[in-house]
């Protein structure tokens, strides 16, 4: 088994190799450790690494081989890599916002359209205009399309139009469609 693991908080790459035959479980890393550094890192090597293995199950040896300079170019990979992946994060959250943004915009635009529309044709139902009534609720009726394309409900004519209207509509509809 091997294993490559980075701590962030020393700022440490090490790699972990066990030997099941000698039943040896050794580190190397990519700097030179200081104490502290290096007892922490044993601990959790000791603690998650060596119980996955057959370490504590008879005689074993535990090592610290030193440092390993080819491990250098593997930090500087895995840090240009997690550098990458935080850059793509905040792009794609930074694109989640805009595009929330952006709907929740549209769908106020757009209501407060419906609402100056139905303003509109109860207007023109009241003057008996039934060619112009006709047309301005085919608009309403585009509005409310591009309302739910953006929003997170549904609405149709029959839900926000009251009966009498609908009911004019369906009469200039025969006249005029």
Request: contains cysteine; glycine residues 4%.
């Amino acid at each position: 088994m091997n294993d490559t693991i980075y701590f962030s908080t020393f700022n440490v790459l090490v790699e972990i190799e066990f030997d099941e035959s000698k039943n040896l479980l050794c580190y190397s890393s990519h700097k030179f450790l200081e104490t502290n550094e290096r007892e922490a890192i044993d601990f959790y090597i000791l603690n998650h690494i060596a119980p996955k293995t057959d370490y504590f199950k008879g005689p074993s040896i535990f090592s610290y081989k030193g440092v390993d300079s080819g491990l250098e170019l593997n930090l500087n990979r895995y840090l240009f890599h997690g550098i990458i992946r935080d850059v793509l994060k905040s792009k794609l959250d930074i694109d989640l916002k805009v595009k929330d943004l952006i709907g929740h915009s549209l769908t106020n635009y757009y209501f407060e359209k419906v609402g100056e529309q139905i303003i509109k044709i109860k207007n023109l139902f009241d003057q008996k205009n039934g060619e112009i009534f006709y047309y301005e609720t085919l608009n309403l009726e585009t509005l409310l399309s591009a309302y739910n394309q953006n929003a997170e409900t549904t609405i149709n004519l029959e839900t926000i139009v009251p009966e009498t209207l609908l009911e004019y509509f369906r009469e200039q509809k025969k006249n005029y469609s």
